[in-house]
């Protein structure tokens, strides 16, 4: 075993609230790690390499029980099994297709190169590839795992992270109120807009409603979103859903 830690990782795509997350998260004391590594975690050494690349900017805190770690891409692998950890905590969160992927095309429109996700096709394209490959992990892996939508950080914060915090066995719940960190906003860590770095969940709605998405590529969004949900819901252990 590469160390004494335990594991979080989230498993969810872009623009689905996982850096309000992590920070929620890595904001509670028994947690260190709040943003994405960019890590395949397909043997113990990639463990190593977890912590060695989460104390370049950050200490690990005295005390803390677990080290956590978000996956959004098909490029990084979880392959839990060739880890050897004594503990690992899945958690899944989906997303609504529409309010998504404009999100998706908005962030990437507003970069200063030419990205791939700025259009509205390429966006749907990752989101399909990213639920479908969710699902299908979900379906094989031998370990428990919750499931959340994931507009509930945002909407029903008060009923997911009790919840949340009961299913990580955390001596104290988990809080609204998160801290700002050394990668808070930067680059490649997770959102980088100035609403991550308010310290509590902002509640504010965006108006997306120029981006326009092709009907037939929302339309297969709806259905691989509904088939995929639905199949990750009937294998979680446990799921907190919208009412």
Request: with cysteine; glycine share 4%; proline share 3%.
């Amino acid at each position: 075993m590469a160390d004494n830690y335990s594991r979080i990782f989230l498993l969810s795509h872009m623009r689905a609230f996982t850096s309000l997350a992590g920070h929620i998260l890595g904001s509670h004391p028994q947690i260190n790690g709040y943003y994405e590594m960019h890590v395949s975690y397909d043997d113990a050494h990639s463990l190593n390499r977890q912590i060695d690349l989460y104390r370049e900017h950050d200490e690990l805190k005295p005390g803390g029980r677990y080290l956590f770690d978000k996956l959004l891409h098909n490029d990084y692998a979880l392959q839990l099994e060739r880890l050897n950890i004594p503990d690992v905590k899945i958690l899944i969160a989906l997303r609504e297709p529409e309010h998504t992927i404009k999100s998706i095309v908005n962030l990437f429109a507003q970069k200063k190169i030419d990205d791939l996700y700025a259009s509205p096709v390429e966006a749907t394209r990752y989101y399909v590839d990213r639920l479908k490959w969710l699902a299908d992990f979900c379906r094989h892996v031998d370990y428990r795992y919750f499931y959340f939508d994931a507009e509930m950080l945002k909407d029903e914060s008060d009923i997911l992270l009790p919840r949340l915090s009961q299913w990580l066995e955390l001596d104290t719940p988990l809080s609204e109120c998160y801290g700002v960190f050394s990668q808070t906003g930067k680059d490649r860590k997770g959102d980088s807009s100035e609403n991550i770095r308010g310290g509590k969940i902002n509640r504010m709605v965006h108006d997306y409603s120029a981006i326009s998405i092709p009907d037939e590529q929302l339309k297969m969004a709806r259905q691989v979103y509904r088939y995929s949900r639905e199949a990750i819901i009937r294998g979680a252990a446990e799921s907190v859903l919208l009412k």
